[in-house]
């Protein structure tokens, strides 16, 4: 029997993709049971009729729901962990009040000042969670997709004894941009996943760093064997000028281009702003999105819409894949992991919480071993990795002063008054 707890179920996105990625993998899962759990007792109890309708027919799963982890986690195997407190009105208070005090950020929820309070609202919760499976579920492997991903990750490292791997996406972004100044993968008009498989087979990327802050190491042709970094330099240079000037600049320094993309990346760079249109998060395109999806799993959940396995598609999220090359004893390469630093990037901290790519082997996650990074890049990243340091020691033991160290560190803070004015608004 394989148990999987997700925690954060409640979501109308982490939710329906990790359960229809379940739902495809069945074969290899069971016999399986799906834990669902979510302080939301609606949302939980909506998205328990969701999975019911989607396993139907399923032999082997099974799915429970609570609004109490401790019920669920005894004897898990896997716990798949997406949570964040009061996530889109904090994240639009962690833009706005850094705006209102002169911090030209981009996104605010990762790096800068709305990074450290994005950090000190969620590492609490994270590692109450974690305190929880070390006691009911010693042996599970957490597989955490909440961010601040890096900043969690190391209070999950330095302050408990969980197995963990953090996971994100974003390194498909890298794969994108790539194919879009190249063109050697005509781009489909509809199915994006589809998109995605396409790129992986026809590109070997190798990207490493810190998560949302990574840099392609190499980029080969599959078919051919190309080195294609030559070429990608030489088209990169005639792109328009709206195309990712922040990465191409970046590129132009430091000799690497950044695989995540401006947006996130420029969380992490000083200059980003004068790059990078001021915008911010699209809030209102999140929620019109959200409430689309949760009027879909209302349908399926009540009957009125019909899902059939032969409608459904991998999420392209990896943790059901790793958790069956787990189960079944089985090597798997991975894109991208988020592990400490075991060596795979000797000129990072060994602390650190690096972005590398990854195998599955033996029943363990780990990095492979990327080498050392160019000493410009190795720099601003061993910045941003102590300043995940304080804003750990910051959270856990609620230090204002090394909060306010993490601040007067940040690229995105001009003044100490500034640094002391945020966090006199955003850590009251």
Not at 73 to 79: E, Q, S
Not at 118 to 144: F, G, Y
Not at 194 to 220: D, K, S
Not at 382 to 409: F, M, P
Request: aromatic letters at 6%; proline letters at 5%.
């Amino acid at each position: 029997m394989t148990k999987i707890v997700l925690i954060g179920a409640g979501s109308a996105s982490f939710g329906p993709a990790m359960l229809g990625d379940i739902a495809l993998h069945a074969a290899q899962l069971s016999p399986c049971q799906v834990w669902l759990v979510d302080t939301n007792v609606s949302s939980l109890q909506m998205m328990a009729q969701y999975a019911a309708r989607l396993f139907a027919g399923q032999d082997g799963l099974s799915v429970h729901a609570t609004s109490d982890r401790r019920e669920a986690l005894p004897g898990a195997d896997f716990v798949i962990v997406s949570v964040a407190v009061n996530r889109i009105a904090a994240w639009k208070r962690d833009w706005q009040i850094p705006l209102k005090h002169g911090v030209r950020h981009v996104l605010g929820e990762n790096g800068g000042p709305g990074g450290l309070s994005h950090a000190m609202r969620n590492i609490p919760l994270l590692l109450a969670i974690a305190k929880d499976v070390e006691a009911l579920a010693s042996n599970a492997l957490l597989l955490n997709f909440t961010n601040p991903l890096p900043r969690l990750c190391l209070a999950l490292h330095l302050h408990t004894k969980v197995k963990f791997v953090g996971l994100c996406h974003q390194i498909g972004k890298g794969y994108r941009l790539v194919n879009e100044v190249l063109g050697l993968v005509p781009a489909p008009a509809q199915d994006a996943r589809a998109y995605q498989r396409a790129l992986e087979e026809r590109y070997h990327l190798v990207a490493a760093g810190l998560n949302h802050f990574t840099f392609i190491l190499a980029m080969r042709d599959r078919l051919t064997g190309e080195d294609l970094y030559p070429r990608f330099r030489e088209r990169v240079a005639h792109m328009p000028p709206s195309f990712e000037l922040m990465s191409r600049r970046l590129m132009d320094a430091f000799g690497l281009f950044c695989a995540t993309g401006d947006g996130h990346a420029g969380e992490y760079v000083g200059f980003a702003a004068d790059t990078i249109p001021l915008t911010g998060y699209d809030f209102d395109a999140y929620e019109a999105k959200s409430r689309a999806q949760w009027a879909e799993i209302e349908r399926v959940a009540n009957g009125s819409q019909q899902v059939a396995l032969s409608d459904l598609s991998a999420s392209g999220e990896r943790a059901i894949p790793i958790i069956c090359a787990i189960r079944q004893n089985k090597t798997q390469d991975e894109l991208s992991v988020n592990l400490p630093n075991a060596g795979y990037i000797p000129n990072l901290p060994n602390d650190a919480i690096v972005e590398v790519p990854g195998v599955v082997q033996n029943g363990t996650v780990r990095g492979v071993r990327v080498g050392e990074l160019p000493r410009g890049l190795a720099s601003m990243l061993r910045r941003e990795a102590d300043i995940q340091y304080l804003v750990v020691q910051a959270a856990v033991n609620g230090d204002r002063n090394a909060a306010l160290q993490a601040l007067l560190l940040d690229p995105q803070i001009r003044s100490y008054a500034q640094a002391t004015h945020l966090l006199e608004e955003l850590l009251p």
